[in-house]
């Protein structure tokens, strides 16, 4: 596609792409969402919007009137959620609007023949398996009085008509390409009024935006319509604003929240109207004429409050706005005005669908308006780094995506704006485990009421394409979300209220970061035992410097593979005074004892069970190498490693040398899982490697909790005089007197879980 269009263009050159003879003539849908639909020059008095139950799939049609008020008819419910209605129009014409539907699921294409709101024929029309294609508008492009349908592959920009008889296909012709220079359809309106159906473009990598000219189905030429001031401003609504009975276009800028009315004469735009501004939290649900005055007005809906909002227009101005509807279950989503006027007796000339590919630029704003439970095919590379797609519940519940179908390396995020900044803050990425390559991903959280964002992102400028899908059941409780449950001993009464309080803070970081029940345990709740104790050195001397020692209680599954029961952590009494003065220092500290008891270092490398009868088994994988002194490169933690250099190539990891359950202290310095602890106020972040190493060992992780970290340099550690590090049962201070060291993963702490009676007949026989 050329970025700057003359005034003129002959349809078969420039507006074609050269190779558009090569395209498929396969024909399909993929996931749209009808806006709105209307005839010109309607004198309907009220607004019909069709609205769907997110979760139970019931329908209804809202009979707006203009004030706060609605009635309301059920529709028949489809319960099957890969079910989604793609279109309204009366392909049976008889007087009463029915609807398409297309199934994400299967690709089934069906009409429902609707007959005083129930289902008096379901017709199935062509099952359709490729998803890049997707239902663009509904029209009577070759004026024989039934509604033909639509498509575009958002891939390849193949562009096609079903044309209709009724509720059969007629024919499905190829009507031209755009290319897959990014053109997306805004709309079908007669804009030169010669009584045939037009097609309004958008392009989303240059802001132009250009209309097909047809004639009876056929492609006369290509006109350009202008291009938007930048990127951020996106079509909005379409329709007559100034009562001159020629469609005009609606801009909103997506970062700003400001608009403007495009309005024309014909094909030629005659003059630009700046309008009212409007947050980007309000969704642009339908353009139509909302008091009978012979001009298009605005609908707008506020997915965080379920309010619907009218902007009355006049001129080519907003003359007046009101409410016209409060819906405070947001599990009710209006979807497409439903017209059931017997005037329409013809198929509504025309029909806006959002764009549905968000560009490298994207923010919050741009995303797509979804249902909870949606499926999209699409695609993410260098040029459009991640796709989002936004979604509002009124209810708790588990929510899914999984991302699937990759043919390059792609992953699938879930986020909530907390703090309504439009960007992703540290903490705000509430689900995310990613695979390498093209495997297929999937993530699961239980959320609270709210507006939340599903982001499809590339890895590394890949291009990837992808179908996410998505599911949300209501639900007071996850059985599967993961818990820790603390169990404080009597010999921890010398901490203050504020340092346990703390320790129960780390439990609740690492509930946000394992989202789920994982492979490496049997159940969700995961019991730590804590006590205190005055510890005393190898050589019986006091020990001043360990600040805890933590592990895992193991045993093993049906197949043989370690499951870790339940945890302790011990603290030294002898640290209490200091952990009472900084309590959010003993946080830091106990979210590195935790990971021990996750099996971070203690777990790293087989380990041998004996059973009653005295045989053994070495059960576990092997993580390190002690002769390279370095943790593996095939693996989540390798890769991790690999992005932190900017290779991202799998690279082994350097590891604590002789002890080898730590991160090397001399390369990742204040990481939170080096072996020794900062001075009280220095940040200790938790890396992508580590979580990188919990995933290794069969975790359910979300890398949303990384915190921020870049790779010092690397530098030599001094030990201070008398230090035993070749010992390790005993801890390491630092040439800083005021730094303690904190490795707990060490002979001594799995020593103090290894008598536990794992089965009848399985005692655990770690070797320390």
């Known amino acids: 596609m050329v970025s700057s269009l003359p005034n003129t263009i002959d349809a078969s050159t420039a507006l074609l792409d050269p190779d558009s003879q090569r395209i498929s003539a396969r024909t399909g849908i993929g996931e749209e969402s009808v806006l709105s639909a209307f005839q010109l020059g309607s004198t309907s008095t009220t607004a019909n919007l069709l609205s769907r139950n997110a979760f139970t799939g019931a329908t209804q049609i809202w009979s707006l009137n203009g004030s706060n008020a609605a009635t309301r008819q059920d ?38 023949q609707l007959n005083n709101g129930t289902v008096a024929q379901s017709i199935a029309l062509h099952t359709v398996n490729d998803f890049d294609w997707k239902v663009q508008g509904l029209a009577d492009f070759n004026n024989d009085g039934s509604t033909d349908v639509l498509w575009h592959n958002l891939q390849t920009g193949g562009t096609s008509i079903w044309f209709l008889n009724g509720t059969s296909i007629v024919s499905k012709p190829l009507i031209a390409s755009t290319g897959s220079g990014g053109w997306r359809v805004q709309g079908i309106a007669d804009l030169n009024v010669d009584r045939s159906p037009d097609l309004i473009w958008y392009n989303i990598n240059t802001a132009e935006t250009v209309v097909w000219v047809m004639n009876n189905g056929v492609l006369g030429q290509g006109l350009s319509l202008g291009s938007a001031p930048s990127l951020d401003w996106k079509v ?146 260098a040029g459009n780094l991640s ?26 995020r879930l986020i909530q704006d907390t703090n309504g900044n439009g960007a992703i803050d540290n903490g705000e990425i509430l689900a995310w485990q990613w695979e390498r390559g093209t495997t297929n991903e999937s993530i699961r959280r239980l959320i609270a009421p709210g507006t939340y964002f599903v982001q499809v992102l590339n890895y590394n400028n890949q291009t ?17 979300q993961f818990k820790i449950e603390l169990n404080f001993a009597d010999s921890l009464a010398g901490l203050s209220a504020a340092a346990q309080d703390a320790i129960n803070q780390a439990a609740r970081f690492w509930e946000g970061v394992i989202l789920n029940r994982s492979a490496i345990t049997r159940s969700n709740i995961l019991p730590i035992a804590l006590t205190g104790e005055n510890l005393v050195s190898q050589d019986g001397i006091a020990d001043t410097g360990t600040l805890a020692l933590s592990g895992p209680s193991l045993t093993l599954d049906t197949a043989d593979n370690i499951v870790i029961t339940r945890g302790s952590s011990t603290l030294n009494i002898r640290k209490f005074a200091e952990f009472n003065a900084n309590p959010i220092y003993l946080r830091d500290i106990m979210i590195h004892e935790f990971a021990h008891v996750f099996g971070f270092g203690t777990v790293w ?85 580590t979580l990188g190493a919990l995933r290794d060992l069969g975790w359910n992780v979300n890398f949303g909790a990384v915190q921020p970290y870049t790779l010092p340099t690397v530098r030599t550690a001094t030990l201070s005089e008398g230090s035993t590090d070749a010992d390790p049962t005993s801890e390491i201070q630092r040439s800083t007197s005021t730094l303690a060291a904190y490795k707990c993963a060490c002979g001594r702490c799995l020593s103090s879980v290894r008598t536990q009676l794992i089965s009848p007949t399985l005692v655990d026989a770690i070797a320390a």
């Open 236 to 381: 909005a609504g379409m329709g007559d604003f100034n009562g001159d009975r020629n469609p005009d276009l609606f801009w909103r800028n997506d970062r700003t929240g400001e608009t403007q009315f495009w309005l024309y004469n014909g094909t030629t735009r005659s003059q630009i109207k700046s309008g009212t501004s409007i947050d980007s939290s309000w969704q642009a649900l339908s353009a139509t004429d909302l008091n009978k005055d012979g001009t298009t007005d605005l609908l707008w809906r506020n997915p965080s409050t379920g309010e619907l909002l009218g902007w009355f227009v006049q001129n080519g101005s907003v003359s007046n706005t009101a409410s016209v509807l409060t819906e405070p279950d947001l599990d009710w989503q209006p979807i497409a005005l439903y017209e059931r006027s017997a005037s329409l007796l013809n198929t509504p000339t025309q029909l806006i669908s959002r764009t549905g590919t968000i560009t490298g630029s994207d923010s919050f704003a741009t995303a797509e308006i979804q249902t909870p439970i949606f499926s999209q095919r699409d695609r993410v590379d």
């Open 464 to 480: 990837a394409d992808y179908t996410v899908s998505t599911g949300f059941t209501a639900a007071a409780s996850d059985d599967q």
């Open 387 to 412: 796709d989002f797609y936004r979604f509002t519940i009124g209810q708790s519940g588990i929510f899914t995506a999984g991302l699937t179908a990759l043919t390059g390396d792609a992953d699938v």
């Open 75 to 112: 529709l028949p419910t489809e319960s099957d959620e890969n079910w989604q209605v793609a279109g309204i129009a009366d392909f049976n014409r008889d007087g009463q609007q029915d609807l398409l539907w297309r199934n994400f699921k299967t690709g089934g294409v069906r009409i429902w």
């Open 605 to 689: 490398e087989p380990l041998q069970f004996s059973f009653s009868d005295g045989s053994t088994l070495l059960a576990g994988k092997n993580w390190i190498n002690r002769t390279s002194v370095t943790y593996r490169a095939d693996s989540y933690a390798g890769t991790a490693y690999g992005d932190l250099l900017g290779t991202f190539k799998p690279t082994a990891i350097p590891i604590e040398p002789q002890i080898f359950y730590h991160w090397d202290e001399t390369r990742f310095d204040t990481e939170l899982m080096t072996p020794f602890a900062e001075t009280p106020g220095v940040v200790m972040p938790m890396s992508s490697l």
